[in-house]
């Protein structure tokens, strides 16, 4: 049973397009977070939402997280080919002593 | 500050072979959890150490074990290796490994043949 629902699988679009990226649950999440992934490296946090509600930003990146604290998005405005790469959302529940739940995955691919 | 050091990078085995991987932290890092990651399953939790303790624990069967050492280096043992336990195996570390930021190594890619 996956915890975490991410959607879509797979992204193609051309530079300049938006996206969002969603990752849902039927659990509460005491705090989730988003990761990138590029081919031969590990994942690589870009940020982490607490409160039910939040939305936060980081450049070009949009990132909310749902009054439920059961699903989250992220938003990316005016894509380019840098952003290509998986893109993961991980929750953690309660004390997570170094666990986390991941979604499968969303594989962005932004051509110029 | 060096990041999290994972070696090897790449391992080939056979079935029923067994392997060690290894994770040396974050200077300062006390907790270091593992994951297994696969195109099909994505990224599962192993387990995690905390001063040579394991303090939690994933769905994998016993063939799947870990220890930390008193510098907080950990590695994991694979034993009777499976074609199914081929995957990227990443090791991340933290200060707590409570509700804090997890900083991944590159992991190490085993093939099971």
């Known amino acids: 049973t996956q915890l975490l629902e991410q959607s879509p699988q797979f992204l193609s679009i051309q530079e300049g397009e938006n996206l969002t990226v969603y990752c849902n649950s039927s659990?509460?999440?005491?705090?989730l977070q988003w990761y990138r992934q590029e081919p031969g490296e590990g994942p690589v946090l870009l940020v982490t939402?607490?409160?039910?509600?939040e939305v936060k930003k980081l450049k070009r990146l949009t990132f909310q997280f749902g009054d439920a604290r059961k699903d989250s998005s992220l938003h990316i405005t005016a894509a380019q080919p840098g952003d290509t790469g998986l893109y993961l959302c991980?929750?953690?529940?309660?004390?997570?002593?170094?666990?986390?739940?991941f979604g499968q995955g969303t594989i962005l691919t932004v051509h110029p | 500050k060096a990041g999290v050091t994972q070696t090897p990078r790449y391992l080939i085995k056979t079935r029923g072979q067994q392997v060690t991987l290894s994770c040396s932290p974050i200077?300062?890092?006390?907790?270091v959890s593992w994951y297994q990651q696969t195109p099909g399953q994505g990224l599962q939790f192993l387990f995690e150490?905390?001063?040579?303790?394991?303090?939690n624990k994933g769905n994998f069967p016993g063939r799947f074990s870990g220890r930390q050492f008193s510098n907080s280096r950990s590695e994991m043992n694979v034993s009777t290796l499976e074609l199914g336990d081929s995957a990227l195996y990443l090791c991340?570390?933290?200060?707590?490994?409570?509700?804090?930021?997890?900083?991944f190594g590159s992991g190490t890619q085993l093939s099971v043949l």
């Open positions: 200077s300062g890092h006390r907790s």
């Open positions: 991340a570390s933290s200060f707590w490994g409570i509700n804090e930021k997890l900083f």
């Open positions: 939402v607490v409160t039910g509600g």
């Open positions: 659990s509460v999440f005491s705090s």
């Open positions: 991980a929750g953690e529940r309660g004390t997570s002593y170094g666990k986390l739940t």
């Open positions: 150490y905390f001063s040579e303790t394991q303090r």
